[in-house]
T-cell receptor, first 112, second 115 residues
């Protein structure tokens, strides 16, 4: 089973920041938080990942709370093309812990 | 740098037949994982290969099998197809299978329809 909890859906106005929350209260010390998104019927696209520090790349920012029990993915200026299902995944080290276990994700709808 | 390539993109098969799907990972990636995505069950892990050896396997029947070649390309096979095998089959590649610090990249998938 997925080790994360996400809201099933969210709306965001085009041009505004989209903040997608994720709870992972049972995360252990060596597990990373990964975010992927899937646009309808395409393969999941890697967005960002982190261990405990905040991370930023050209797509998004990842904010992880100090106790690591939750995180937020931030798309700073959402566009219509960001409409997708966003998956938050906790990934461990090696063996079956290294698999990507997908939950149901959050369906983000960016509206004009 | 080319991404993960899956062939074919679309496939229609009849119940009872078998099917082979192919995945070419990103150059330099040695780990290949396979996933099945259906509307009812979502994205589910099938198996993972690294250095031509299956390292992990998900909870799927023995009709689902795979292999990896020395050039890291991978194939998965489904025998005795059932209607419920209709799904999007996704392949992901990463540099190593045991390093959770490195991301996995997905192909566009093969859409299998069983009639």
């Amino acid at each position: 089973d997925a080790k994360t909890t996400q809201p099933p859906s969210m709306d965001c106005a085009e041009g505004r920041a989209a903040n997608l929350p994720c709870n992972h209260s049972t995360i252990s010390g060596n597990e990373y938080v990964y975010w992927y998104r899937q646009i309808h019927s395409q393969g999941p696209q890697y967005i960002i990942h982190g261990l405990k520090n905040n991370e930023t790349n050209e797509m998004a920012s990842l904010i992880i709370t100090e106790d690591r029990k939750s995180s937020t993915l931030i798309l700073p200026h959402a566009t219509l093309r960001d409409t997708a299902v966003y998956y938050c995944i906790v990934r461990g080290y090696g063996g079956s812990q290294g698999n990507l276990i997908f939950g149901k994700g959050t369906k983000l709808s960016v509206k004009p | 740098k080319a991404g993960v390539t899956q062939t074919p993109r679309y496939l229609i098969k009849t119940r009872g037949q078998q099917v082979t799907l192919s995945c070419s990972p990103i150059s330099g990636h040695r780990s290949v994982s396979w996933y099945q995505q259906t509307p009812g069950q979502g994205l589910q892990f099938l198996f993972e290969y690294f250095s031509e050896t299956q390292r992990n396997k998900g909870n799927f029947p023995g009709r689902f099998s795979g292999r990896q070649f020395s050039n890291s390309r991978s194939e998965m096979n489904v025998s005795t197809l059932e209607l419920g095998d209709s799904a999007l089959y996704l392949c992901a590649s990463s540099v190593n299978y045991y390093d959770s610090r490195t991301e996995a990249f997905f192909g566009q998938g093969t859409r299998l329809t069983v009639v």
